[in-house]
C-alpha cells in the first residue's frame, strides 16, 4: 500500500505587524508589541516561511497540518492576513490548523479572530455529526477523516494574563477527544492528535505550558492515540507518552519562519509518511530544515517507527532532531 504524507509546520508567527492604535494596544498586546518590535522581528522572517512554504509544496504531500500560532497578538488584521496567506499554502480541503496562545492572546470576539480561518478547522464534532466549525473553544476538538488517518484538531488558546503563554483544553474538549478517539480506534485509524502546547507538565515552565496536560494525558490512557503534533516550544522535540498499552509518540517542530537565535532551532518541518504495516502500522519521519546559508531547505534526518497496536517500537533513527 501506498503511504500517505502528512507534512507538520508550526508557530509561522506571521509578520510584519499591521499598524495599530493605542486603543487597540492598551491591554496584553503591549508588551507583545514591544518583545516584536524589540526581538521577534529579527528572529520570525517571512523570507524563511516563503522558503519553506515553497520546499514543502515541491515534496507534495497529501495533506499540510499546522500546529498554531500563526500570528502574534491577536490583532483583527493579523487574523485577515493570516486568512490570505493560508490561500497561498493551500485549501481548506487539504490544510488543516488549530490556534495557538499568540493566535488568543486577548479575549477576541470569535468573528473578529478564529472565525477567519474557520474552514481550515471544520471537521466532524461529535461521532456520526455533520461537519461543524468551531464557534467557541469549546467546540473543539473537531475530527477530519483522510483515508486511513484521522486528524483531530484541539485548541489549547485560551487568553492568559500578561507573560503567561500557558494552555488549557479544559472539561468539555477531554470529555470529547476522549469520545473521539475511542471511536476512531474502534474504526482502526491511524489518530494523529495536534495540540499547540506539548502535552507535559509544566514543572519550572508553568507559565508556558499547557496547565492540564495530566488530564489529557489520562485520556490517552483511556483511548490511545498513534502520534501526537505540537508546536510552541519553537524547538524539535520527540518525546512519547507512556500508556500500559505502550508509548504514544510526541513529536513537536521549531517556528517554521524562524533563524536559529538563543536556545531556539532554525525552521523546520516533517514529512510523516504512514502506511500499513501488518497488524500495525509504518511511520517514516523525513526531517527538512534551513540550511546554513538560510536560502534554502535541506534533508536533516529521517527516522522510522513501528506503531503495532499502541505499542511503538523504534526501528532506526538517523539524524533525529533533538
Ligand atoms: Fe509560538
Ligand atoms: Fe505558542
Known sequence: MTAYTLAHFSDPHLGPLPAAGWRELANKRLSGFFSWTRNRVNIHRPEVLKLLVADLKRQAPDHIAITGDLVNISLPAEFLAAAHWLEGVGTPANVT?????????????????????????????????????????????????????????????????????????????????????????????????????????????????????KEFQAVLEDAGAEMILHGHTHVSGLGR??????????????????????????????????????????????????????????????MAMSIPLLVSKEVSAAGAAA
Open 97 to 213: 490548523i488549530i490556534p495557538g496562545n499568540h493566535d488568543a492572546y486577548i479575549e477576541m470576539p470569535w468573528a473578529q479572530s478564529l472565525a477567519c480561518w474557520a474552514p481550515y478547522m471544520t471537521g466532524e464534532r461529535n461521532e456520526g455529526n455533520e461537519t461543524a466549525v468551531p464557534q467557541s473553544h469549546a467546540d473543539f476538538p473537531f475530527v477530519r477523516r483522510l483515508g486511513d488517518i484521522a486528524l483531530i484538531g484541539t485548541s489549547t488558546a485560551v487568553p492568559m494574563p500578561p507573560f503567561v503563554a500557558a494552555g488549557r483544553l479544559g472539561h468539555a474538549q477531554l470529555d470529547r477527544l476522549r469520545q473521539q478517539l475511542q471511536a476512531l480506534r474502534r474504526q482502526g485509524l491511524f489518530r494523529v492528535v495536534l495540540i499547540h502546547h506539548p502535552p507535559f507538565g509544566g514543572g519550572a515552565y508553568k507559565r508556558k505550558s499547557l496547565l492540564d496536560a
Open 241 to 302: 507518552i507512556q500508556t500500559s498499552k505502550g508509548p504514544i509518540p510526541v513529536i513537536g517542530v521549531p517556528s517554521a519562519s524562524a533563524v536559529a537565535a538563543g536556545h531556539k532551532d532554525a525552521s523546520r518541518y516533517h514529512l510523516y509518511r504512514i502506511s500499513r504495516n501488518g497488524d500495525g502500522w509504518l511511520l517514516e519521519i523525513d526531517i527538512r530544515g534551513l540550511n546554513a546559508t538560510q536560502d534554502g531547505f535541506e534533508a536533516q534526518g529521517s
